[in-house]
């Protein structure tokens, strides 16, 4: 198969880092990274320790928070970060409970990033903005995939932020179980039961889950795959 070469600058008119220039920049990043990240951590959902970094420019100013994807922790975002905090912002960015440096719900399998209810990713999002970012007069949301959708899902429950976007969050999810019981031959009953489980296991209905019914009475930019 043909492959495409891909671009090697990948540039806006806002002057993003380009894709060729990283590889230059990685040792400069990798040091602000280390010399302003400043490590925190508050009590989540059922007193667990949730991590966090901070990375505050000198002089107070508009601030961004990262919502990371299901699996990722804060390190992997370092180049963002850089690129956010060089055009003025300053960053916050956790890492979800049962994952990166945050605290598990299982002991005995630590590397298992279990969640009692998806509701617990909100709340802790929630108490970051609102007790960890004080003293911006400007704050705003970027959610990727699993933290998109705990962004959206924040923001509908009535978190304050001045704009949000939410990159790859779950869309349509409900229909897509209902698609994947529909193929494998469930009847009607046993789908109904597979889908009040699912639901059970996130802790609240699918529908809550699907940004294509969300609605914000704030500026947003929504990107998602179609299913």
């Not at 440096?101 to 903005?129: C, I, M, N, W």
């Not at 995939?145 to 704009?163: F, I, W």
Request: charged share 20%; hydrophobic share 40%; glycine share 8%.
């Amino acid at each position: 198969p043909r492959v495409e070469r891909p671009p090697e600058i990948y540039r806006t008119r806002h002057g993003l880092l380009a894709a060729a220039q990283l590889a230059a920049q990685q040792p400069r990043i990798e040091a602000f990274w280390r010399e302003h990240g400043v490590p925190g951590s508050f009590r989540g959902v059922d007193q667990l320790t949730i991590q966090y970094l901070r990375f505050r420019q000198p002089q107070p100013g508009p601030a961004v928070v990262i919502a990371s994807g299901r699996t990722e922790f804060t390190d992997k975002y370092q180049e963002l970060v850089y690129d956010f905090w060089r055009h003025g912002y300053s960053v916050y960015l956790h890492d979800h409970r049962g994952q990166g440096r945050s605290d598990r719900l299982l002991a005995d399998k630590p590397q298992l990033g279990h969640v009692e209810r998806f509701d617990d990713y909100v709340q802790d999002l929630h108490t970051l903005v609102q007790t960890e970012t004080t003293g911006h007069a400007v704050r705003f949301l970027v959610g990727h995939s699993m933290g998109g959708a705990s962004a959206m899902l924040a923001v509908q429950l009535g978190l304050r932020t001045e704009a949000l976007v939410s990159i790859a969050a779950p869309s349509r999810f409900l229909d897509v179980l209902r698609g994947f019981t529909t193929m494998v031959g469930l009847p009607a009953r046993a789908r109904s039961a597979f889908i009040q489980e699912v639901e059970l296991a996130f802790g609240m209905p699918l529908k809550h889950l699907d940004v294509a019914h969300y609605q914000m009475n704030i500026p947003g930019l929504v990107c998602t795959p179609r299913t």
